[in-house]
């Protein structure tokens, strides 16, 4: 809570800053093998970038999204994944309705294969900032698979 005076009344503010994940992995045949929706944590640095936009800041919008095999916990110093698998994908809609922003990246086949516990989003293709990740039960994307991560991030009032 942070509460402040305007005029001569006290005005409390209360918000939250939230994220969930949503991934689908289809087979080459387009079928879902598997999904998972959950939570996610917004790490420090994200946090920081959120303040330095709303200021004048001059850092990169979300761009990108990358899955890896780690499995420690998110934590709020994470400044990247633990085990990138080839590398971050281009987020192909960024969708702004109200206080929430939706972001979409497909991992065609042969792009983020393998053993998949933990996805994150940055805003650069290699470097620069992580907003939030979250790490999940181990799951398997297949050479051939389609894998589709949507990530939500919301502003409330509390």
Request: charged fraction near 15%; hydrophobic fraction near 40%; proline fraction near 1%.
């Amino acid at each position: 809570d942070s509460n402040f005076l305007k005029g001569n009344t006290m005005i409390n503010e209360i918000g939250k800053i939230k994220g969930s994940v949503s991934i689908l992995n289809r087979g080459e045949d387009n079928l879902l093998k598997w999904d998972i929706r959950q939570a996610n944590l917004i790490v420090g640095v994200g946090l920081a970038f959120i303040v330095s936009r709303m200021g004048d800041s001059s850092d990169a919008v979300m761009s990108h999204i990358a899955v890896g095999s780690g499995t420690t916990a998110a934590q709020n110093g994470d400044t990247d994944l633990v085990s990138i698998l080839g590398g971050r994908v281009a987020i192909s809609d960024a969708t702004v309705v109200g206080t929430e922003i939706t972001y979409t990246a497909t991992f065609p086949a042969g792009s983020g294969t393998g053993i998949i516990s933990e996805v994150g989003l940055f805003n650069a293709s290699t470097a620069g900032t992580m907003l939030a990740r979250t790490v999940f039960g181990v799951r398997t994307k297949d050479p051939l698979d389609t894998m589709t991560v949507t990530w939500k991030m919301t502003i409330d009032a509390g």
